[in-house]
């Protein structure tokens, strides 16, 4: 995994339904039969537009972290974890919010200091104690962000398929409703595999999508 970029690449609905054939209950000498693109049908629907909207937010937040960690590597172990904390914090209240700003602007200014006493040509000892202090503290930073990382990805990882098994769940519940107030015979989930003729049911599915509760 690249640590530099943790991000879940876009918000598509695994087929879990494609191909399978959903029966409306209705069966005779009228067949009729309809198809569903599921995944167009959650996308365009309010539902799909806020769980891209929510992974988009839960990704920036976990990239924010990770970016200035490793802007400004100099951070103690408190100040990462408080960091992490309220970065991830969702609402962030006013106090919390001015807290997280006060941790940002200390481990700026000892970000710059630390590179000022790089510079430095002739360090005293309490600058060279400082410097190996800064150092433990880049080392310790360094394998949180790899830890953290990880651990991001795998949370996102987690998010985005609760959010596809509850959409396709609430997609699958559409398609039966309509199957059964419209009396189709059987309504294909994946249009590839319809019969010609099919109706296509996926504006209607993700209408029923947005009027959900």
């Known amino acids: 995994m690249n640590q530099n970029k943790i991000s879940m690449a876009g918000w598509l609905v695994a087929a879990v339904l494609g191909g399978v054939v959903l029966t409306g209950g209705f069966?005779?000498?009228?067949?009729?039969?309809?198809?569903?693109?599921?995944?167009?049908?959650?996308?365009?629907?309010?539902?799909?537009?806020?769980?891209?909207?929510?992974?988009?937010?839960?990704?920036?937040?976990?990239?924010?972290?990770?970016?200035?960690?490793?802007?400004?590597?100099?951070?103690?172990?408190?100040?990462?974890?408080?960091?992490?904390?309220?970065?991830?914090?969702?609402?962030?209240?006013?106090?919390?919010?001015?807290?997280?700003?006060?941790?940002?602007?200390?481990?700026?200014?000892?970000?710059?200091?630390?590179?000022?006493?790089?510079?430095?040509?002739?360090?005293?000892?309490?600058?060279?104690?400082?410097l190996q202090e800064y150092n433990n503290r880049v080392q310790n930073t360094g394998a949180l962000v790899q830890e953290w990382g990880q651990s991001f990805y795998n949370e996102l990882a987690t998010l985005k398929e609760n959010l596809i098994q509850e959409a396709v769940k609430k997609a699958d519940a559409s398609i039966k409703d309509i199957s059964k107030k419209d009396g189709y015979t059987l309504v294909f989930s994946s249009p590839g595999a319809c019969v010609y003729g099919a109706n296509d049911l996926t504006e209607a599915v993700t209408k029923s999508l947005n009027a959900a509760k």
Do not use: Y
């Open 27 to 130: 069966q005779g000498a009228q067949d009729k039969f309809g198809v569903v693109d599921v995944n167009k049908a959650v996308v365009d629907s309010e539902m799909g537009k806020k769980n891209r909207e929510k992974m988009d937010a839960e990704s920036v937040a976990r990239q924010g972290v990770i970016d200035f960690m490793q802007t400004h590597r100099v951070l103690t172990i408190e100040q990462a974890q408080k960091l992490k904390n309220l970065s991830l914090k969702t609402p962030i209240s006013a106090t919390e919010k001015a807290e997280l700003d006060k941790v940002k602007e200390e481990v700026v200014k000892a970000a710059k200091n630390f590179d000022t006493l790089n510079q430095k040509p002739n360090p005293t000892d309490d600058d060279r104690n400082l």
